[in-house]
């Protein structure tokens, strides 16, 4: 069950948590520093087991740009 609303999350589904992360080809460990949270949370986003929070969501968001 997800524990934060889905329409905050909407754009950050399982996949494209774990997309993002396998494009920047980080560890779920590393992936988790860049976010500023655990690997678990990492871990758990990827699972769809937990969405991330807004302030998550926000360090997604920058991560992505960065990216682009």
Sequence with gaps: RIR???H???RWTADAIR???ERLKLS???F???VGVQQQAISL???GRFAP???AQEK???IAEADR
């Design 19 to 21: 997309d993002l992360r």
């Design 53 to 55: 929070s807004r302030l």
């Design 32 to 34: 988790a520093t860049k």
């Design 28 to 30: 779920q460990s590393d």
């Design 60 to 62: 997604l968001e920058q």
């Design 45 to 47: 986003w990827e699972r």
């Design 4 to 6: 934060h609303s889905m």
């Design 8 to 10: 905050e999350a909407t």
